[in-house]
C-alpha cells in the first residue's frame, strides 16, 4: 500500500497571502489529522476529520481551517498567513477507530516571508 | 506544566549502549504512542501502548498505568538509531488528538 502523501512538500509565501495543503491518506483510512510542528511550540494537534466531518479541533485561530472529501483526501487552509505560521505541516492517517496507530505523511515545509 | 513531559531532553551515547528514554504524563489516557522522527521531518510510529510492554526489534516500551508514567528502551544502539523520540497521548474519546512531548534528541556515536 502506498503511504500517506503531502503536496507540495516546499512551500515559501508572503504575509498576508492564504495557503492550501493537501494530504492522502493510506487506501481505506478514513481518518486524517493535521499537525503543526515549530522549534518554539513543538507539534500541536490542528483538526482530525472523519468521513468527511470534523471530530476533533486543536487550540489554534479561525484563519486554520480545513476540509475532506468522499474519497478521505483532506485539505488544510491557512488565511492571512502570519510569520509565525513557518513550520512543518504534518497530516496523519489511520481507519478511524479510537485506539489506533496513526501514520505520518512526510511533511509541508512551509516558509512566510 | 506541560501535561507530556520527557527526560531527558538530549541524550548522547556510544554504539552498543542500552538507552532509556522517560516520558510522564498528568492526564488520563487512552493510548500512548511513541514516535520517532529523522532529520527531514517524517514520523514513523513506533508504539502504541495502553497498558504492559511491547517490544519490536531492539526497541521496548513500557507503560505504568497507575504512575502514568512510560518508557523507551533501545538495547545495543547503533548509529541508525540517532534521531528524535517523541512520545505522545490520546486523552479519553479524543479521536485523533494526540498532545505530544517536547521529544528527546538521541546521538549515538560509533
Known amino acids: 500500500k502506498a503511504g500517506v502523501t503531502q503536496t507540495p512538500r516546499y512551500l515559501i509565501k508572503t504575509r498576508g497571502q492564504q495557503v492550501t495543503l493537501s494530504c492522502s491518506p493510506i487506501?481505506?483510512?478514513?481518518?486524517v489529522s493535521w499537525y503543526q510542528q515549530t522549534p518554539g511550540q513543538g507539534l500541536q494537534f490542528l483538526f482530525e476529520?472523519?468521513?468527511?466531518?470534523?471530530?476533533n479541533k486543536g487550540n489554534f485561530p479561525g484563519r486554520f481551517s480545513g476540509r475532506q472529501f468522499s474519497n478521505s483526501r483532506s485539505e488544510m487552509n491557512v488565511s492571512t498567513l502570519e510569520l509565525g505560521d513557518s513550520a512543518l505541516y504534518l497530516c496523519?492517517?489511520?481507519?478511524?477507530?479510537?485506539?489506533?496507530?496513526?501514520?505520518f505523511g512526510p511533511g509541508t515545509r512551509l516558509l512566510v516571508l | 506544566k506541560n501535561e507530556v513531559e520527557q527526560s531527558p531532553q538530549n541524550l548522547t551515547a556510544q554504539e552498543g549502549e542500552f538507552i532509556t528514554i522517560n516520558c510522564s504524563y498528568s492526564?488520563?489516557?487512552?493510548?500512548l504512542h511513541w514516535l520517532q522522527q529523522h532529520p527531514g521531518g517524517g514520523i514513523v510510529s513506533l508504539f502504541m501502548?495502553?497498558?504492559g510492554k511491547k517490544k519490536h526489534g531492539r526497541l521496548i516500551a513500557t507503560i505504568n498505568i497507575q504512575e502514568k508514567h512510560s518508557s523507551l528502551h533501545i538495547t545495543a544502539s547503533h548509529p541508525r538509531d540517532s534521531a528524535v523520540y517523541i512520545c505522545?497521548?490520546?486523552?479519553?474519546?479524543?479521536?485523533?488528538?494526540?498532545?505530544f512531548g517536547q521529544g528527546t534528541i538521541l546521538t549515538v556515536h560509533p
Open positions: 496523519a492517517s489511520s481507519l478511524g477507530g479510537q485506539a489506533e496507530t496513526q501514520y
Open positions: 487506501s481505506g483510512h478514513r481518518s
Open positions: 476529520y472523519f468521513s468527511e466531518t470534523q471530530r
Open positions: 492526564v488520563g489516557i487512552s493510548a
Open positions: 501502548l495502553s497498558s
Open positions: 505522545a497521548v490520546r486523552r479519553g474519546t479524543s479521536y485523533g488528538k494526540l498532545t
